[in-house]
């Protein structure tokens, strides 16, 4: 086991290099566009990658794992064993990820909670997708602050008049604590032991991993897992 | 066994060396896995307050060469 520090360009991160690892985890003082342009490498070249990062008390994980992540998983065979207890076999399983470009491209309107008993407790998803959708326009505008109006009418663009449940408040709160920049350790303790966890899944190829994001509600303390894909 | 095996040859690489990075890393260092740190920038005074590595005095400095020590020093004491 070692451990190694390097300097380099996030700009200049190439395949030859991206080659040496087998997780790549980002946080957000990378750009998004550099983000984008690692994962797509990562993705064609079967590297798992990661994104996370904290928002204030908001926190979430974006995970890649390529194409085709091959995971074995515990499930009780309907046979029974020669004791006559049910036994239990290891069962291969594939799942499919799609790459950080395209999970930005997808349609905030889009969303759908297909039952509405599900709505309040996913609903968080949708406040830090759009979060994320809005900051990362602040990023490539370039520029550095937002204040609430302007939060508030690019949420309004995004939505496009959809009906997506989406709480306003939640979204200005998020943002505002991402150019805030600024972390609490309770918050990052407890999403550094999901994301360590979640990439030691990834590694040992046990256990089914989170697809695609998960968000941690540090107010509420409650975690949402999404699937946000823009092809459907 | 295999599992075990797979993540000993594992090696992560981190981008960018936030507060929620380094519990990352930190875990994955007690988990026994090979860990790069990838991180250009020099430490400033919001990183100190949630960031498990870095204390006041390290204003100013390399954030990948502190943290180098204080993780390597981690795993020297499993």
Redo the contacts between chains.
Sequence with gaps: ??????????KS?TLKY?Q???????????PMEDQVR?DGICYENGIACYS???FGFA?MLFADLGPKHLYMMKSISSENNPEGEPETVQVAHTMEFITLGKFLETKLADIQVKRKRQQVSLQFGNDMFAALLILNEIQRSKKETMDEAGIKDSLKLLLDGATTPINELVVVEIVASALG?????PV??V???I???E??KA????DEPINNLFCFNGLSGAGTVRKLNSSN | ME??R???????????????????C????L???????????TVVK?DI????FLQAGDIGEKV??L??HL??SI?MDL
Excluded: P
Excluded at chain 1, 181 to 185: A, D, N, P, Q
Excluded at chain 2, 11 to 17: A, E
Excluded at chain 2, 31 to 41: I, K, P
């Design positions: 086991m070692t451990v190694d520090v390097a300097e380099c360009s996030y991160l991206l040496q690892y087998s997780v790549v985890c980002m946080t957000d003082h990378i690692i996370v990062a904290t926190a920049k600024y972390e609490i350790s990052c303790a999403m550094g032991g994301v360590g966890q990439i030691i590694i040992s190829g046990n | 599992a075990q797979r993540m000993r040859k594992a090696s992560i690489l981190f981008c960018g060396f936030s507060a929620l990075n380094a519990e990352v930190k875990n994955l260092v988990a026994g896995v090979s860990v790069t740190l990838l991180d250009n920038e919001e307050d949630a960031h498990l990948r060469f943290v180098y993780v390597t795993y």
